[in-house]
C-alpha cells in the first residue's frame, strides 16, 4: 500500500535551514505528483511546494526565494530544503501523493522556528 514517512523537521532558530524528507512506497513515484503541504495551530492546511513528475514546480508566495522543492525518482523520495526560516513558518509539515483522483498523505514532520 502507498506509506509517505516524513523525516527532517526539528527545533531551528530564525534565519536557519532545515532538509525535510519524504519516503514514497508502495506505487510507481515518478508517475505522479508530489507536494508538501504544512498546517500551523489553528489554522487551515496551505500548500508550501509541489513538484510535477517531470520535475515542474510551483511555490506558495511566502516560500519563493526561501523554500526548494525536489525530488529523486530513484531514491523514491521528495525533500523540502527550507532557508531562511521564520517564525510563522512553525507548522507541521505534511507530504502529499497525488495519485489520480486520491490523495495520500503522510504523518507529518513537526518544524518549530523559535528563538
Known amino acids: 500500500q502507498v506509506q509517505l514517512v516524513e523525516s527532517g523537521g526539528g527545533l531551528v532558530q530564525p534565519g536557519g535551514s532545515l532538509r525535510l524528507s519524504c519516503a514514497a512506497s508502495?506505487?510507481?513515484?515518478?508517475?505522479?505528483?508530489m507536494s508538501w503541504y504544512r498546517q500551523a495551530p489553528g489554522k487551515e492546511r496551505e500548500l508550501v511546494a509541489s513538484?510535477?513528475?517531470?520535475?515542474?514546480?510551483n511555490y506558495a508566495d511566502y516560500g519563493k526565494g526561501r523554500f526548494t522543492i525536489t525530488r529523486d525518482n530513484y531514491k523514491n523520495t521528495v525533500y523540502l530544503q527550507m532557508n531562511s526560516l521564520k517564525l510563522e513558518d512553525t507548522a507541521l509539515y505534511y507530504c502529499?501523493?497525488?495519485?489520480?483522483?486520491?490523495?495520500?498523505w503522510g504523518q507529518g514532520t513537526q518544524v518549530t522556528v523559535s528563538s
Open positions: 508502495g506505487f510507481t513515484f515518478s508517475r505522479y505528483p
Open positions: 502529499k501523493a497525488q495519485l489520480n483522483f486520491r490523495s495520500y
Open positions: 513538484s510535477s513528475p517531470v520535475g515542474s514546480v
